[in-house]
């Protein structure tokens, strides 16, 4: 009982030493590491090394077109929240590489300039830190969190290196969320308006994540196994990659990013007011 008592106070002391040094997991690759801290390692291995000449699931998430017609378009839609639970999406590609891109100069501005923003605690419209996932663990990854309400976000606390984008980013977001809640209703069979207008949705959640380099990446997640409680994510990818997703057969298959178009993925709170004919699919990040 006193080691386990040790251990604890040990994990409690060097995590509160990372928070203070207010630089981030962007901040352990600069100083130069050769090793994973033990504040990051997994549990067990997220996934087992490579097998030399494994050949790769084939895996393609499919593609809604969204200058179709919208009868095409619903019967596309639907398809795709009932068989993947995940399906790409054209949006504005430059909006969204903009964004991609202010993101990553923000986590690689120099540490004297970002730590300024750090804090561990998620309060506030704007908080950067990286944020703990269940375990406890601390993913290889830092965040920069955005809320947009309710109530209204104080946003003058987001960075000057990617407000703007980040702004355009958002207006871009509520007119392609607000068209996707519409698709998804009438995928269901019910009216356009009737998913937002019965749940009342007000406010999300934008999550600015940045994985740096990792000296050993079997060792660390980006993102444990997980589904999303929302209604549902829209997640732009860069071109890096590391999202999987977990198929009815229990293997993992890897998401392609593909240029110009965002990733919707249906969460816990559609499948259950779709009666679970919508999926919510596990996924997770490796590094």
Request: aromatic share 8%; net charge negative.
């Amino acid at each position: 009982m006193a080691a386990a008592d040790d251990d604890d106070g040990d994990g409690a002391a060097a995590l509160a030493e990372f928070h203070a040094s207010r630089a981030g997991v962007r901040g352990l690759v600069e100083s130069g590491i050769t090793s994973v801290p033990r504040l990051f390692l997994a549990p067990s291995s997220p996934c087992p090394p490579p097998v030399e000449n494994e050949i790769p699931i084939p895996f393609a998430i499919p593609t809604v077109d969204l200058a179709l017609p919208r009868s095409a378009t619903l019967q596309l839609v639907r398809a795709a929240a009932r068989s993947f639970g995940f399906f790409h999406g054209a949006a504005h590609a430059g909006t969204v590489d903009s964004a991609v891109s202010a993101v990553r100069a923000f986590h690689e501005l120099p540490p004297a300039i970002r730590s300024a923003f750090y804090t561990p605690a998620c309060v506030g419209s704007v908080t950067y830190s990286t944020i703990p996932i269940p375990g406890p663990l601390l993913p290889w990854r830092d965040t920069l969190q955005v809320r947009f309400g309710p109530p209204a976000p104080d946003l003058s606390h987001l960075p000057a290196a990617c407000r703007d984008a980040l702004l355009e980013y958002q207006r871009c977001m509520t007119e392609f969320g607000k068209k996707m809640a519409g698709l998804l209703s009438e995928a269901f069979g019910v009216g356009a308006e009737r998913l937002e207008r019965a749940m009342q949705v007000e406010g999300w959640l934008m999550a600015c994540h940045y994985y740096p380099p990792c000296p050993e990446p079997a060792q660390v997640v980006g993102s444990m196994a997980h589904t999303d409680p929302s209604l549902f994510t829209v997640l732009a990818q860069d071109g890096v990659g590391g999202l999987q997703v977990r198929l009815d057969d229990g293997r993992w298959a890897d998401v392609s990013p593909v240029p110009g178009a965002l990733l919707v993925n249906i969460g816990d709170l559609l499948k259950m007011v779709s009666n679970d004919e919508y999926k919510s699919v596990e996924h997770r990040v490796l590094i």
